[in-house]
Nanobody, 119 residues
Framework: QVQLVESGGGLVQAGGSLRLSCAAS????????LGWFRQAPGKEREFVAS????????LYADSVKGRFTISRDNAKNTVYLQMDSLEPEDTAVYYC????????????WGQGTQVTVSS
């Protein structure tokens, strides 16, 4: 069974840091792009960051550039999202997702982890 399992969410004060983890299992994710998305209450889900599994090429939303860093550990089949200088506007459920090669959309999703930033 293909799975992406997020962890690392929690409550943090503004200006603080959190590191989210996304563990992939059940298949090989070689050549998959893995991404982080988030959805705040009453808002649509939005892209946060992504990384190619093998090449390390990264993309970021403008709202998190310079504050968030996506990375991966292939030996552990895990992708990370280091979040620094957190703001209350970063409060959301964060989801990990996988996009197959040549696919237009992310096809595999985790269950999400809550991040709450207090002011």
């Amino acid at each position: 069974q293909v799975q992406l399992v997020e962890s690392g969410g929690g409550l943090v004060q503004a200006g603080g840091s959190l590191r989210l983890s996304c563990a992939a299992s059940g298949r090989s994710f070689s050549n998959y792009r893995l991404g982080w998305f988030r959805q705040a209450p009453g808002k649509e889900r939005e892209f946060v960051a992504s990384i190619t599994w093998s090449g390390g090429s990264t993309l970021y939303a403008d709202s998190v550039k310079g504050r968030f860093t996506i990375s991966r550990d292939n030996a552990k089949n895990t992708v990370y999202l280091q979040m620094d200088s957190l703001e209350p506007e970063d409060t959301a459920v964060y989801y990990c997702a996988g996009r197959p090669p040549f696919a237009a959309r992310y096809a595999i999703w985790g269950q999400g982890t809550q991040v709450t930033v207090s002011s």
